[in-house]
């Protein structure tokens, strides 16, 4: 989502008139987009901002602004935290940004800024859903990104449509809780109303969409991930620990049993989907039997893959307020190599499998000496080929495998 907000900002800045520069020192604007999901995300922001510091005092015309997460409604502290930052601004509200700018520079912006999204590419990330609205007890996303707000429709197929016109061939529809689109817009359409809207658009290829909440992955959406011939077969559906009364502090709102029967019904209906989660070790109180039930849903889901975090007390969450954070740090490190263990195992399993399967792959770039992509179930694929082949679908036959990526070679494409 963060990673969306910057290339919308992006493009605003560039229709300003604004270039990049990989050098600080030599800029007239420097836009930080902060992330505090974890205690990690936000020492990185505050040390970045602080060794901005510096660059600031030497050039004061210099605009400096943090943005994203980070930026509460009330800047208070902020303010008198980084005194030498000129504004602050919350996730997606880039209006303060543009005004003080104008105002700054004396540039005048009207008419200057048409449809704001993602710098055409191979992918592009869509965000279509705005904060959350279920206030797990660990997470500060609500009060920093606010309630749910959902984007229109007709205003999403226009930005497809705007993207697809520009070479996009995949998107990835964005949210922190995507299954709960529709429910605030007029006739309360669904992910799968959309997901279908969307199959229609001629030049997308491909269509993925994250972060999913167990509660609100519905009957319609798992249907339109099965029949829709765009929508990949990959589903990130975050079940965050095993044990339930843990996911009842967490506040989640489910159990270890209706999670797995979740699990059953999507691969019943989608027999080639690949599933990934996310998991949070050493939350509040976590005793090492309740653990385990985490390493055990791990090894009986078999997951494609695991995100997992340790977990970090977030200030003003119910968490912060209620519980008491009572595993140290280096439990928690114990238990993230337990899970990357098992999890290291499982995938060099599955992956080896593969070998010899031939994926229809879209290229998206080239590091060293090989091109890369994805299939439909999200798997990393390198190939090594003397054709410039981004933004085309190629077939690729697997020849070799890791727990994180596959590698194969090029082979002639099917006739349709």
């Given at each position: 989502?963060?990673?969306?907000?910057?290339?919308?900002l992006?493009?605003?800045?560039?229709?300003?008139?604004?270039?990049?520069?990989?050098?600080?020192s030599?800029?007239?604007l420097?836009?930080?987009?902060s992330?505090?999901?974890?205690?990690?995300?936000?020492d990185?922001?505050?040390?970045?901002?602080?060794?901005?510091?510096?660059?600031k005092?030497?050039?004061?015309?210099?605009?400096?602004?943090l943005?994203?997460?980070?930026?509460?409604?009330n800047?208070?502290?902020l303010n008198?935290?980084?005194?030498?930052?000129?504004?602050?601004i919350?996730?997606?509200?880039?209006?303060?940004?543009?005004?003080?700018?104008?105002?700054?520079?004396?540039?005048?912006?009207?008419?200057c800024?048409?449809?704001?999204?993602?710098?055409?590419?191979?992918?592009?990330?869509?965000?279509?859903?705005q904060?959350?609205?279920?206030?797990?007890?660990f997470?500060?996303?609500?009060?920093?990104?606010?309630?749910?707000?959902?984007?229109?429709?007709?205003e999403?197929i226009?930005e497809?449509?705007?993207?697809?016109?520009?070479g996009?061939?995949?998107?990835?529809?964005?949210g922190?809780?995507?299954d709960?689109?529709?429910?605030?817009?007029?006739?309360?359409?669904?992910?799968g109303?959309?997901?279908?809207e969307?199959?229609?658009i001629?030049?997308i290829?491909?269509?993925?969409?994250?972060t999913?909440?167990?509660?609100?992955?519905?009957?319609?959406?798992?249907?339109?991930?099965?029949?829709?011939?765009?929508?990949?077969?990959?589903?990130?559906?975050?079940?965050?620990?095993?044990d339930?009364?843990i996911?009842n502090?967490?506040?989640?709102?489910?159990?270890?049993?209706?999670y797995?029967?979740?699990?059953?019904?999507i691969?019943?209906?989608?027999?080639?989907?690949?599933?990934?989660?996310?998991?949070?070790?050493?939350?509040?109180?976590?005793?090492?039997?309740?653990?385990?039930?985490?390493?055990?849903?791990?090894?009986?889901?078999?997951?494609?893959?695991?995100?997992?975090?340790?977990?970090?007390?977030r200030?003003?969450?119910?968490?912060m307020?209620?519980?008491?954070?009572?595993?140290s740090?280096?439990?928690?490190?114990?238990?993230l190599?337990?899970?990357?263990?098992i999890?290291?195992n499982?995938?060099?399993?599955?992956?080896?499998?593969?070998?010899g399967?031939?994926?229809?792959?879209?290229?998206?770039?080239?590091?060293?000496?090989?091109?890369?992509g994805?299939?439909?179930?999200d798997?990393?694929?390198?190939f090594?080929s003397?054709?410039?082949?981004?933004?085309?679908?190629?077939?690729?036959?697997?020849k070799?495998?890791?727990?994180?990526?596959l590698?194969?070679?090029?082979?002639?494409?099917?006739?349709?």
């Amino acid at each position: 989502m963060n990673k969306a907000d910057s290339e919308r900002l992006e493009n605003a800045l560039s229709q300003l008139g604004f270039k990049n520069t990989n050098n600080p020192s030599q800029s007239d604007l420097i836009v930080l987009n902060s992330c505090v999901v974890r205690q990690g995300a936000e020492d990185k922001v505050v040390g970045m901002l602080t060794s901005l510091k510096p660059i600031k005092e030497k050039n004061p015309q210099m605009i400096l602004a943090l943005m994203g997460c980070m930026v509460g409604p009330n800047t208070k502290d902020l303010n008198q935290k980084f005194p030498y930052a000129d504004i602050f601004i919350q996730p997606q509200n880039y209006a303060p940004l543009i005004d003080y700018i104008e105002q700054k520079l004396n540039i005048d912006t009207q008419g200057c800024l048409t449809q704001l999204t993602a710098k055409p590419d191979v992918t592009a990330y869509i965000p279509i859903v705005q904060g959350c609205d279920k206030f797990c007890s660990f997470c500060i996303i609500p009060y920093r990104r606010g309630r749910e707000i959902c984007r229109p429709v007709k205003e999403i197929i226009s930005e497809t449509q705007y993207l697809s016109q520009r070479g996009v061939k995949e998107i990835t529809l964005l949210g922190q809780n995507i299954d709960s689109y529709g429910h605030d817009l007029p006739g309360k359409p669904d992910l799968g109303d959309l997901l279908k809207e969307l199959n229609k658009i001629d030049g997308i290829e491909r269509i993925r969409f994250l972060t999913s909440h167990p509660n609100d992955m519905s009957d319609n959406i798992i249907e339109s991930v099965a029949e829709l011939d765009k929508v990949c077969e990959h589903i990130n559906l975050p079940i965050q620990a095993g044990d339930d009364d843990i996911l009842n502090k967490m506040r989640r709102g489910y159990t270890n049993e209706e999670y797995r029967q979740l699990i059953d019904k999507i691969r019943s209906k989608i027999p080639n989907v690949s599933i990934s989660t996310d998991i949070i070790v050493g939350f509040c109180g976590e005793s090492d039997i309740q653990f385990e039930k985490t390493l055990d849903i791990i090894k009986d889901i078999r997951f494609d893959k695991v995100h997992a975090a340790a977990y970090s007390i977030r200030d003003n969450t119910i968490a912060m307020r209620k519980m008491i954070d009572s595993i140290s740090m280096e439990e928690k490190k114990y238990r993230l190599n337990k899970i990357e263990s098992i999890q290291k195992n499982i995938l060099q399993e599955k992956n080896s499998l593969l070998s010899g399967e031939t994926f229809e792959v879209l290229v998206e770039g080239s590091k060293k000496n090989s091109q890369y992509g994805r299939n439909r179930n999200d798997k990393l694929i390198y190939f090594e080929s003397h054709e410039d082949l981004k933004g085309q679908m190629t077939n690729i036959k697997i020849k070799k495998s890791t727990p994180w990526s596959l590698q194969g070679e090029k082979i002639p494409l099917k006739i349709k």
